[in-house]
């Protein structure tokens, strides 16, 4: 069930708990909003019976922070923050990132496409 | 009771719930699944169906994150612990009736051979439900359906053993009535073995963690398969009463 998108659902299991630690880095959100976030970073489509399994285990493990929030008249956010152990995961698992996927390029003589 | 959200099926909500609680999630953590599933749907416009997948699958895959010795899990009800609990509440029910109807008519009173075969049944068949039994027929409205007959068919037999008058273990009618009143209280106090009943809708709800309210723990067609049976199995015993002839 993965993702609804263009890339492979394996290679999309690999990654999203980099992806979405990596969102996490650009401030506190709740589920939905991860989800949305990624899907614009052209991740495509994190259904939630993907998504929050995946919160719950970097929860357990340390890597994020949650607490409910009351909601603007609305049903409250369970609001997601990367801990400082979060912080310190996501570093080492970027730079493990980009050291695989320069592996990965080498072996199958792809470049790393240039961001515009 | 908390009322649903419009946006949140009573039926795959009722399926996640009774799933999880045979994985045996605590409240707390049902509860906070339950709140996930009900924001997520009311920003994104889905149903829980569509959002989530199958209640059963998403209620494992969330089970399957928790940690074994975490605070998500609490550990079951053992075999030995519901046999004793069965067979304790029957047996202190039998005596405290018996007491009570020979303190308030006279004559002495008797532990009888069927109390004692009603505590049995209901020992054996708690020590086979609990533990394993209920894990497999909850998980399907025809499994539920057999636990429900299976019940029902139990509390009949209980019933009719419960006829059975001749006398086992004589004692005074007060000194029966307290047997009851002391069986019941060991089994069903906090301190002794009431804490082995850690793991349901009694001592662990399931509570809403934006209201702190606790939310209805069995599912709405469970609550009221509940209500009418009860109705139901007591005019059957009536009729089986009548049936039985006078010893």
Redesign the interface.
């Known amino acids: 069930?993965v993702t609804e998108g263009r890339w492979p659902a394996d290679w999309i299991r690999g990654v999203l708990e980099l992806a979405v630690l990596a969102v996490l880095r650009d401030g506190p959100a709740?589920?939905?909003a991860i989800?949305r976030r990624l899907e614009a970073a052209g991740l495509g489509t994190v259904?939630?019976?993907t998504l929050?399994?995946?919160l719950?285990?970097l929860e357990?493990d340390g890597f994020i922070t949650t607490q409910?929030s009351?909601?603007d008249g609305?049903?409250?956010?369970?609001q997601i923050t990367l801990s400082a152990t979060g912080q310190a995961e996501l570093v080492r698992r970027s730079e493990h990132w980009a050291a695989f996927t320069d592996v990965i390029n080498d072996i199958t003589g792809a470049e790393r496409p240039r961001r515009p | 009771m908390t009322r649903l959200r419009r946006h949140l099926e009573d039926p795959w909500r009722d399926t996640l719930v009774t799933r999880m609680r045979l994985l045996g999630v605590r409240g707390a953590a049902i509860g906070d699944a339950l709140a996930e599933v009900d924001a997520h749907c009311a920003e994104s416009g889905e149903v829980p169906e569509d959002a989530f997948g199958p209640a059963d699958t998403y209620a494992e895959s969330l089970a399957a994150t928790y940690r074994a010795d975490g605070e998500q899990f609490d550990a079951p009800t053992r075999w030995w612990q519901a046999a004793l609990l069965g067979g304790a509440t029957t047996l202190g029910v039998h005596a405290l009736l018996d007491g009570l109807d020979h303190l308030v008519h006279g004559g002495a009173g008797a532990i009888g051979a069927g109390g004692l075969a009603a505590a049995l049944v209901i020992a054996v068949v708690a020590a086979v439900w609990v533990p394993g039994i209920a894990r497999l027929l909850l998980r399907s409205v025809s499994g539920m359906a057999v636990a429900w007959l299976a019940l029902t068919l139990t509390m009949v037999a209980v019933v009719a053993l419960g006829q059975w008058a001749t006398p086992v273990i004589r004692l005074p009618a007060a000194a029966e009535f307290l047997l009851g009143l002391g069986l019941l209280g060991s089994v069903w106090l906090p301190w002794l073995g009431g804490r082995w009943m850690r793991n349901g809708p009694l001592r662990d709800p399931v509570v809403d963690p934006r209201t702190g309210r606790e939310r209805r723990a069995l599912p709405r067609w469970t609550t009221l398969a509940l209500l009418w049976t009860f109705p139901i199995v007591l005019l059957a015993c009536g009729v089986i009463v009548a049936l039985i002839p006078p010893q």
Do not use: D, E, F, N
């Open positions: 069930m709740h589920g939905y989800a259904k939630g019976g929050y399994p995946l719950s285990r357990v409910w009351g909601g609305g049903p409250g956010r369970k």
